[in-house]
């Protein structure tokens, strides 16, 4: 009895410490870690990925997605083009007022659909969380030939992080 009395309260207490997917996600858009802007007919989608509980932990790197779709919906053609997955680590970089940070590595992703496609962009842990603002800077020579600029903060960052792997 006194087992079952022991493992309920761990059960109670594991629950009761730890943060749901759900408020992961309410906290990331409430933190600007996803943002979602419409320029020229194409929406770009910055979503900041936490490190997950239980997958292999790389503490040394920073995690964030972003997904370029045609804003009507209609299939974007000529992404086959080798531009648009090579030479890739010039375009993004994070900025603040003293430095700039470029991509430890980008990637494009193989996500399936014909109406957009996706990058995975890589940086530096230690570098990220030292900002505490910056902007994540696209220079979009692929598709609407603009600075396009996302806002971040690193200690949302590190706020994620820590509801993500429920410390």
Known sequence: MIKHFIA???ILLACACGA???DVMQSMKENDLVQEKAINDYVFRLQY???VR???EDTALVYFRLNVSSGAGIAMKGTSDLTYSYGLDTLF???NMTDTISAVDITRV???TVNGIEYMLVFDRAKVYAQPDCKLLFRDWLFTHQFISFPLKGSAIAHIDSLSLKI
Do not use: I, Y
């Open 20 to 22: 749901s997917r759900k």
């Open 49 to 51: 990925m936490p490190s």
């Open 54 to 56: 239980g997958a292999e």
């Open 110 to 112: 193989a996500n399936g």
């Open 8 to 10: 309920g309260c761990f």
């Open 93 to 95: 970089s994070l900025v």
